[in-house]
């Protein structure tokens, strides 16, 4: 076979393979549920026949991990489909970046996770956003960069935003990336789905997003200040 | 294992997915309520046509049907009949779809059963609200009058079966309309249609509240928040517990605080000023607007994604140049109101005054018509509204004397007109005041009565 035709049957496969994948984690993501449904309601019955507590705690690792299991495949299925913007003109982003500052300190097994440390120019810095998705994009990438450095008291992620012309540069710094990256590559560099899928919403702003071993960076469009 | 507690109520789930059906079967009843299942759209319609359920719980995607297909046959067949609509994956076009097609609530997967129960309990809890409200609904005659919204024309007819259809849902409702259409009653009869009906119904005027203490005055302050907060405020939202907001003249709200206003209703949580602790809200938004939203969209006075948060349903409520048809009806429903509070003996309206009704383009709407006839029915001499007792009369041959004669000053409140009217009438009558009550279209002790409240004095009143 030539093998620019096996290239585009190859591509073709990979399509399909894809859509088949997304039915798949779609049909998986349901079952999760009534699997959830079905050990809340153990856990119920548990409850007033004061069960040991090992049991309730069993039960209780076996939720949340249903939990966890039925966000990541959510986040994978949300970055298969289109992304409904809804874009408000003159949206100041330095608000959506100091959103991340309030992101918790501590993780669900309530150890302390490094501090953030907010650098943002002081200078106008509105643009046509979509508010809650760059929100939801901002806190994936920080919390990934937080996740690349130990939970050691005093350590921090650094997230630097100035002007450059009529774009914002963000810069995020933390721990080194580059090994975590590689091992989920997509076309911008970034790791898990959570921060493909935040890549994906900086995209759709007409930006674009960056890795490598010390840092991620994202561009995006801002309104001319002339 | 026994129930601890027992419903009459039967839901039906309809779901693909056997492990989503039978857990949330044995949720549902444990909670005692009768539950069953179908795992697709034939099965569901034989069960839900040949069963009385109360709550159907609907997939959206089911293997032999699109679940708004299902969900429109089960409203169509039985519109009291309550849907929760659930999908794997849901855009806001599919919500609002579900929405416009009477679906109680739109429930993303994954879901808690925490989450779902009390909808449930909502669901069910209006369905019997509302075949209640049905019930009195049965004993009106026309639908001319709907929780004091008065108009039979086409376009009050749609707005009628909106808020119906609307108060059935928690959903945002907008109200566009020109001042003077009736954008609060429709707002009331929303909530007093709604599952919120007993709880409070707080408004709040946009434009009225300085700029500077609307935010305060939405979502509280702590003591020492700033200066003059010389204690812990609790804000409307709070007051509005389980009820319902209406934030009147929403275009008006400072733009900088309409993204604190979108978090609230994204987050149903709140943090008052100067707090760093959130309070979990808890009401339905109803807004409304005398401006075009996309106009204010594009004057920036209005955020649109504020606009698409609280636009889940529009009504546009029509000027009332544009329902003329309704004139009448609303007339003689004022002419009923005023004539009674008054104690006027008004029979009606003459053909010629009405004339002039239909003629006159309301700029100022129900309210204006509502000021007019209020006028006309203090000012007319005869048993009839004539053109000489409209305001904007300009004045036909045979009224221009009695016109001048009853000239009205600028700036007069209702009593002081009343006064006006009774001074005159004794003025033409030479101080008879059983004339004057007959004149006046009032029994004589009535009259006496309206002197000594006005201090008219006893002196003869010589004519002007």
């Known amino acids: 076979m030539h093998p620019a035709t096996a290239k585009v049957m190859d591509s073709a496969a990979a399509e399909e393979v894809g859509h088949a994948t997304l039915q798949i984690v779609h049909d998986l993501k349901n079952q999760l549920n009534g699997l959830k449904l079905y050990a809340t309601f153990l856990r119920k019955r548990l409850e007033p026949q004061n069960k040991s507590s090992e049991e309730q705690e069993i039960v209780g690792k076996l939720i949340a991990g249903l939990d966890n299991a039925a966000r990541e495949m959510s986040a994978l299925v949300r970055f298969a489909r289109p992304l409904e913007l809804r874009h408000s003109p003159r949206t100041d982003l330095r608000k959506i970046i100091m959103s991340v500052a309030e992101l918790p300190n501590r993780d669900s097994g309530g150890l302390e996770l490094p501090s953030i440390a907010l650098h943002i120019e002081d200078v106008a810095m509105l643009g046509d956003f979509d508010g809650p998705l760059l929100v939801e994009a901002f806190n994936a990438i920080t919390a990934e960069v937080r996740s690349s450095v130990s939970t050691k008291s005093g350590n921090t992620v650094s997230l630097h935003v100035h002007r450059e012309a009529d774009q914002a540069v963000c810069r995020w710094q933390g721990g080194k990336l580059k090994s975590r990256y590689q091992a989920i590559n997509n076309s911008n560099g970034c790791g898990t789905i959570h921060t493909a899928l935040a890549a994906k919403i900086i995209e759709a702003h007409a930006g674009r997003v960056q890795c490598n071993e010390n840092e991620i960076r994202a561009w995006l469009p801002l309104t001319s200040t002339n | ?464």
């Not at chain 2, 299902?70 to 076009?93: C, F, W």
């Open chain 2, 1 to 464: 294992m026994t129930k601890s507690k027992s419903h009459d109520e039967r839901i039906l789930v309809v779901d693909d997915e056997p492990m989503m059906s039978d857990s949330l079967r044995r949720h549902l009843e444990d909670e005692g309520y009768s539950v069953d299942t179908a795992a697709n759209g034939a099965e569901a319609i034989d069960l839900f046509d040949g069963g009385a359920h109360h709550l159907v719980i609907c997939d959206l995607q089911l293997p032999d049907m699109d679940g708004l297909t299902l969900l429109r046959h089960m409203k169509d067949a039985k519109p009291n009949t309550e849907v929760i609509v659930v999908t794997g994956y849901g855009s806001v076009q599919t919500a609002v779809e579900a929405t416009k097609a009477g679906a109680f609530y739109f429930v993303e997967k994954p879901f808690d059963f925490e989450e779902l129960l009390p909808l449930v309990e909502k669901a069910l809890e209006r369905r019997e609200l509302m075949a209640e409200t049905e019930s009195m609904r049965r004993q009106l005659s026309t639908r001319a009058e709907y929780f004091n919204i008065i108009g039979s024309s086409k376009q009050m007819q749609t707005i009628y079966e909106t808020i119906e259809s609307v108060a059935k849902s928690d959903a945002n409702v907008l109200i566009v309309g020109e001042s003077g259409t009736g954008k609060e009653l429709i707002a009331n009869a929303i909530h007093y249609n709604s599952l919120r009906a007993k709880k409070p119904f707080i408004k709040v005027n946009c434009a009225a509240l300085p700029k500077e203490l609307i935010e305060s005055e939405l979502f509280g302050h702590t003591k020492g928040a700033f200066t003059g907060a010389h204690a812990d405020k609790e804000g409307l939202v709070q007051h509005a517990a389980g009820g319902s907001l209406m934030l009147d003249e929403i275009a008006e709200m400072p733009v900088e605080l309409q993204p604190k206003l979108l978090r609230v209703l994204q987050e149903r949580t709140c943090r008052k000023i100067g707090s760093e602790k959130s309070y979990p809200v808890d009401f339905r938004l109803i807004t409304s607007t005398n401006r075009m939203p996309a106009d204010a969209i594009r004057d920036g006075l209005l955020r649109d994604d504020l606009f698409y948060r609280i636009s889940t349903i529009t009504i546009h409520v029509p000027p009332l140049r544009e329902r003329m048809e309704d004139i009448q009806l609303l007339t003689d429903h004022f002419l009923k109101l005023y004539a009674e509070k008054y104690e006027r003996a008004i029979a009606g309206v003459s053909q010629s005054a009405y004339q002039r009704l239909f003629s006159h383009p309301w700029p100022g709407n129900v309210r204006e018509l509502q000021n007019v006839i209020e006028r006309a029915i203090l000012l007319a001499k005869s048993e009839h509204i004539e053109p000489v007792d409209l305001p904007f009369d300009n004045g036909s041959a045979g009224a221009a004397a009695p016109t001048l004669a009853w000239d009205v000053p600028p700036n007069m409140t209702l009593e002081d007109i009343e006064k006006f009217v009774i001074e005159r009438t004794l003025q033409r009558t030479g101080g008879n005041k059983q004339k004057a009550a007959n004149m006046l279209g009032i029994y004589r002790p009535r009259l006496y009565s309206k002197i000594k409240k006005y201090k008219i004095g006893p002196e003869p009143i010589s004519a002007t």
